[in-house]
């Protein structure tokens, strides 16, 4: 993921004061895999694992995908079929 929409979802893990290792196993993930998601060692994320954070950390989705341009494509997909 970028670093916008990693800083995205670490500002709502710390609102939250969910640790990393706490958040990790809320989403299904070992503590030291979303550690290297958060800090950007890994820079393809799963669109499953996105959905997944953003259920847990209260966040927008299409918000969150509009600021990755990996994911433009499917944000656009879905913001206009789902959009209200």
Do not use: W
Request: proline share 0%; with cysteine.
């Amino acid at each position: 993921m970028n670093d916008k929409i990693m800083q995205i979802v670490r500002d709502a893990r710390l609102k939250k004061v969910y640790s990393q290792r706490r958040l990790a196993k809320m989403i299904g993930l070992h503590h030291s895999t979303y550690n290297d998601i958060e800090n950007n060692k890994i820079k393809k994320v799963d669109l499953i694992i996105i959905i997944k954070l953003c259920n847990v950390l209260d966040l927008d989705l299409s918000y969150v995908l509009k600021n990755d341009m990996e994911y433009k494509l499917i944000d656009d997909y879905f913001y206009n079929k789902y959009k209200k």
